[in-house]
């Protein structure tokens, strides 16, 4: 059936195919591959034998129930299905830059482009901050102080992330993604489907009314657009081989 065989070559080429191969999501940190030469551009290594295994990541991996979006335990239904959403979308970005080198994660395509390394600290970036808007309660103008001296080259990017988002290894960048989430999902265990839904004070975009719900629902739809962007930039590295796989 054309829909099956269409359904079977999204999950293969998904950010969790990896799965259906049976590779390991917990073993050691993840190894990033040889640099490349002095004198030679930066290119992905070829594919090893066995993959790299997937980072740790928060909350604990189950693989029976990854696909399965709703409810999770530890946590009101709306709340955890927001939650199984935002373990989903983790992969997404962990599972293609596991094996990415410093170069790879440096490499600017131009002086306006973003480098993967640089898109990926401005996730955990965007996470810290919704937690404040939502857990901490906070409402600003514009970046507090504090935020802006940790956070504000990987929340803004452009010049200032270009000139300082640069030199880790892929074990910076998962740490503090996963750091972020662990965070997240602490505070979530917290609070319950009145506080997720109820309408706030504040305007939301467009001046109508805005959830806690639809914050977080924005964290996770942009992880889905920046995860994009990094396999764009992925497939597009000197010496990538080109695939078939669509994007």
Same mark, same amino acid.
Request: net charge neutral; aromatic share 24%; proline share 6%.
């Given at each position: 059936m054309h829909y099956a065989s269409t359904r079977r070559t999204f999950l293969a080429h998904s950010a969790l195919g990896v799965l259906a191969a049976g590779?390991? /999501?917990?073993g050691q940190g993840a190894q990033t591959a040889r640099p490349a030469s002095s004198g030679q551009s930066p290119a992905p290594a070829p594919p090893p034998a066995k993959r790299t295994p997937m980072p740790r990541t928060a909350p604990p991996y189950d693989k029976a129930t990854i696909n399965m979006i709703g409810p999770r335990p530890g946590y009101t239904p709306q709340i955890g299905t927001m939650v199984s959403m935002l373990t989903w979308m983790e992969g997404a970005v962990l599972g293609p830059t596991r094996d /990415? $080198?410093?170069e790879q994660l440096d490499y600017l395509f131009d002086k306006n482009a973003n480098t993967i390394g640089a898109l990926m600290l401005h996730l955990a970036a965007t996470e810290v901050l919704y937690q404040r808007i939502t857990f901490g309660n906070e409402n &600003?103008?514009?970046l507090p102080a504090d935020y802006e001296a940790k956070w504000g080259p990987a929340?803004? /990017?452009g010049a200032a992330g270009r000139a300082t988002i640069k030199g880790h290894d892929v074990a910076y960048y998962q740490d503090a993604l996963r750091e972020a989430r662990e965070k997240t999902l602490a505070e979530f265990a917290k609070k319950d489907d009145a506080? &997720? $839904?109820t309408a706030l004070k504040e305007p939301g975009w467009g001046g109508g009314p805005v959830n806690n719900y639809c914050l977080w629902f924005h964290v996770c739809e942009h992880i889905s657009h920046h995860s994009g962007q990094i396999d764009f930039l992925i497939k597009r590295l000197p010496g990538a081989k080109s695939d078939d796989a669509a994007g």
């Open positions: 590779v390991p /999501l917990f /990415l $080198t410093q &600003f103008d514009k929340m803004n /990017l506080w &997720f $839904t």
